[in-house]
C-alpha cells in the first residue's frame, strides 16, 4: 500500500503563489511516478501535472505558471504553482501508480485525500 498526504492548500489572490506538498509513504511509494489533477464542483477530475523518470507532463492550461519536482530523499512532491488565476480554484489531489500513462489517464491505483486550493479575483 501506499499512503499518499497534501498540504499547502489556502486561499490566495490572483497573481499569487502558492505551493503543494505531497508526502508519500509505503514500499514503494517513492518510487512511482505521481502528479497532480485537481476537482471542481460538477466537473470531472482533470489532470494538472506529474513527474516521472523520464521526466515531467503539464496540463496545456498550467504550463508555464506551474512546476511539479519531487524531493527524492523525503519521498515528497511538490506543486509549484505561479500566477495563479481564479479558474485554477479547485480540490488538487496527489495521486500516484506504477505507470506514467495510467497515472496521466487519471486511473492511479494511489489518492490523497485532496487540498483546497482558492484563488480571489
Known amino acids: 500500500q501506499v499512503q499518499l498526504v497534501e498540504s499547502g492548500g489556502g486561499l490566495v489572490q490572483a497573481g499569487g503563489s502558492l505551493t503543494l506538498s505531497c508526502a508519500a509513504s509505503?514500499?514503494?511509494?517513492?518510487?512511482?511516478?505521481m502528479g497532480w489533477f485537481r476537482q471542481t464542483p460538477g466537473k470531472e477530475r482533470e489532470f494538472v501535472a506529474a513527474v516521472s523518470y523520464s521526466g515531467t507532463n503539464y496540463a496545456d492550461s498550467v504550463q508555464g505558471r506551474f512546476r511539479v519536482s519531487r524531493e527524492k530523499t523525503q519521498n515528497t512532491v511538490y506543486l509549484q504553482m505561479n500566477n495563479l488565476k481564479p479558474e485554477d480554484t479547485a480540490v488538487y489531489y496527489c495521486a500516484a501508480d506504477p505507470s506514467r500513462n495510467t497515472l496521466v489517464a487519471g486511473r492511479g491505483a494511489y489518492w490523497g485525500q485532496g487540498t483546497q486550493v482558492t484563488v480571489s479575483s
Open positions: 509505503g514500499r514503494t511509494g517513492s518510487m512511482f511516478p
